[in-house]
């Protein structure tokens, strides 16, 4: 059974909006960071925005900044990631990941310890 799994990807036009979620109700996450990498055909996982639970307190990478949001909702255990201004750049696999130790900052893919699949964005021009 999966523990975290991404939905709401899809093909879009350049400056539209998707909003990608993740359902971690497969598992138990109180307590965890979560984020959201990318990874486009023939690269690494990126990183694009983490939240931390309590605070709620967001960070994103600079190439999303003001144009994603990410959220979380604690109680229906779901993530979003809200994507507006989508650009072509922004074609990858979207995946969801869970980290628990806050020591680290959740820019970084070994900072996590559960992962989902993923989700395809596709932006076109």
């Not at 307190?57 to 959220?71: C, H, M, P, Q, W």
Request: aromatic share 14%; charged share 20%.
């Amino acid at each position: 059974q999966a523990q975290l799994v991404e939905s709401g990807g899809g093909l879009v036009q350049a400056g539209d909006s998707l909003r990608l979620s993740c359902d971690a109700s497969g598992g138990s996450f109180s307590g965890y960071r979560m984020g959201w990498f990318r990874q486009a055909p023939g690269k690494g996982r990126e990183f694009v925005a983490t939240i931390a639970w309590g605070t709620n307190a967001a960070e994103y990478a600079d190439s999303v900044k003001g144009r994603f949001t990410v959220s979380r909702d604690n109680a229906k255990k779901m993530v979003y990631l809200q994507m507006n201004f989508l650009e072509p750049d922004d074609t990858a696999v979207y995946y969801c990941a869970a980290g628990w130790n806050r020591i680290f900052t959740g820019k970084e893919a070994g900072h996590y310890d559960y992962w989902g699949q993923g989700t395809q964005v596709t932006v076109s021009s």
